[in-house]
């Protein structure tokens, strides 16, 4: 399943990628994310490797995260492995003439065992998902001074 989703942010691309690529902003924008946790690699960097831990209703989810590429301010990519799901994103920033950002997110998913089952019916979750997750930083980085 791929998937593109955007979201125009009132601050100019400097501000939005210094409080994308901050970890610590994490839990000011990722709901239910518990802990973040660098396991391997130069921190930021492609090659590092991070544990995410969120919580998702009653269930606990560990997401591990590897950096893909790190062309900032332009591009950040990553993939992120779960139970049963593959996912990989492709974070885009443009700047317009009146100082606001556009963030694309591309994302590829791949499913296994019953994860590609449940995905069939839960594809509009994704989405609905990830929307909610680039509005919730969007809402963040326009407070940011």
Known sequence: MKYSTEVTIAQPRAKVVELFDN???LYQWMDGLKSFEHLSGEP???GAKSKLLFQMGK?????????????????????????GVWNR??????????????WVANHEFKFRG???VI?????????????KTMESFRAFAEKAN
């Open 114 to 116: 019953m994860m590609s």
């Open 23 to 25: 970890s610590d902003n």
């Open 89 to 102: 994103v492709e974070n885009l920033f443009q700047e317009s003439e009146n100082g606001e950002t556009t």
């Open 119 to 131: 995905s069939l019916f839960m594809r509009g979750a994704f989405k609905k998902q990830t929307a």
């Open 44 to 46: 930021g960097q492609p």
């Open 59 to 83: 269930r606990e989810v560990t997401m591990t995260e590897t950096i893909l590429d790190r062309e900032l301010p332009e591009r950040f990519s990553g993939t992120y492995e779960g139970p």
